[in-house]
């Protein structure tokens, strides 16, 4: 696996084997950040990575622009292999989480931190999870408005439950399903 543009690119990352966390494959990734560049500018934004596995996604928007990125990841295996892949990266463009996801978001918000690009690409394929996220990130206003919520799923997700969140792009690959959804909600201020 390796950064596929930007500042960064061909740097080489290495990836956590075994049942804990599932890398995004390289063809959904390039596809997912070729989707983000109609639909987003990296420039100057904060991202936050729920699942971050190998921190791939982190790093490649890293290298494509994005100013802060919050990389989690609850497994502490799985953050052993995103320091060394941050290895050489400027460590005032990045803060390392090692929390539950739910934690997490009361981290966020307890913090007053607000981003404008979120990964989402749970484990295990527990839909729950997505849907969990979807009421916190609402709930605790996290994600600035026009905020992109960009996600991988294993299944297909109900959409009728996601509200708030407009759907720009879904794509549907053999056993995956990648959905780029916006914050589009009247009243929010992005303070």
Same mark, same amino acid.
């Given at each position: ?5 930007? !500042?960064y690119?061909?740097?080489?990352? =290495?990836t956590?084997e075994?049942? +804990?966390t599932? #890398?995004?494959t ?9 989707i983000l ?6 420039? +100057?934004?904060i ?5 971050g596995?190998s ?6 928007g890293?290298?494509r622009? @994005?100013?802060?990125?919050? $990389?989690?990841d609850?497994?502490? #295996?799985a953050? =052993?292999v $995103? ?7 400027d460590?005032n463009s990045? =803060?390392?989480? +090692?929390?539950?996801?739910?934690? /997490?978001?009361k981290y /966020? !918000? =307890? ?5 404008d690009l979120?990964?989402?690409? #749970? #484990?295990?394929?527990k839909?729950?999870?997505y849907y969990?996220?979807?009421e ?6 996290i994600l600035?408005?026009?905020? $992109?919520v960009?996600?991988e ?8 439950? @996601? ?5 720009l792009k879904?794509?549907?690959? !053999? ?12 009243? $929010?201020?992005?303070?």
């Amino acid at each position: 696996m390796h950064v596929i543009s930007g !500042k960064y690119r061909r740097r080489k990352l =290495k990836t956590l084997e075994g049942l +804990n966390t599932r #890398p995004t494959t390289a063809r959904v990734k390039e596809d997912m950040f070729n989707i983000l560049d109609n639909y987003f500018i990296m420039d +100057n934004k904060i991202s936050l990575d729920l699942f971050g596995g190998s921190g791939a996604l982190s790093i490649e928007g890293l290298s494509r622009g @994005i100013k802060y990125a919050y $990389i989690n990841d609850h497994y502490k #295996p799985a953050l =052993k292999v $995103i320091e060394q892949n941050l290895k050489g990266i400027d460590a005032n463009s990045y =803060k390392l989480l +090692n929390l539950d996801f739910v934690d /997490l978001m009361k981290y /966020l !918000k =307890k913090q007053s931190i607000k981003v404008d690009l979120i990964y989402l690409d #749970p #484990p295990f394929a527990k839909t729950e999870y997505y849907y969990t996220f979807f009421e916190l990130v609402l709930q605790d206003s996290i994600l600035n408005n026009y905020g $992109i919520v960009i996600t991988e799923s294993e299944n297909e997700l109900e959409l009728n439950k @996601i509200e708030l969140l407009k759907l720009l792009k879904f794509k549907q690959y !053999k056993n995956k399903y990648l959905y780029v959804f916006r914050l589009e909600k009247e009243g $929010i201020s992005d303070e």
